[in-house]
């Protein structure tokens, strides 16, 4: 397990400082604003879909370093996706960190297994769900922000 925290450290740093896909996206199809009103994350996801294929995916906002990580991390792992593995994902993802267990066979999720540990913390949990399920607003039409709360 040290080497799963070894891990999320170094990966929640490079993300959180250096996140991937930080830009807005003036051709978006869709996008979708986030809050986080206990840590105070805020982020506007931007969503650009190709048939049933997500073909592009952004971000911009400001937020803890887990929130940004995860976001990060979120535009990384569903770029050429089609939707039904997106919701696959934003599925399994949040079950991760809400009701998994650490026997969960959680490997397929890759880099994201990281985030496991975070389940022990339940707010940090709202920050690493936050831009997921802000991704899920803008991938279903949903107009109205998303709040952890």
């Known amino acids: 397990m040290s080497e799963l925290r ?3 450290q170094e990966l929640v740093l490079d993300h959180g400082k250096h996140p991937r896909n930080f830009h807005g996206m003036e051709d978006a199809d869709r ?3 986030g809050y986080n009103p206990l840590c105070g994350d805020k982020l506007t996801l931007y ?3 190709e048939g049933d294929t997500v073909k592009d995916v952004s971000f911009q906002g ?3 370093a887990i929130s940004t990580a995860s976001a990060s991390l979120l535009t990384e792992t569903l770029k050429g996706r ?3 593995e997106v919701d696959q994902v934003i599925r399994e993802f949040i079950h991760m960190l809400t009701e998994g267990s650490p026997d969960d066979d959680v ?3 890759g880099k994201l297994v990281v985030f496991q540990g975070v389940r022990e913390f339940p707010v940090r949990v709202k920050c ?3 831009a997921w399920r802000t991704l899920e607003a803008a991938l279903h039409g949903q107009d109205e ?3 952890t709360e």
């Open 6 to 8: 070894e891990l999320y």
């Open 31 to 33: 996008q979708s604003v």
């Open 47 to 49: 969503l650009k879909l």
């Open 62 to 64: 400001a937020g803890c």
């Open 82 to 84: 089609t939707r039904a």
């Open 107 to 109: 490997e397929h999720l």
């Open 128 to 130: 690493a769900t936050l």
């Open 145 to 147: 922000p998303v709040t």
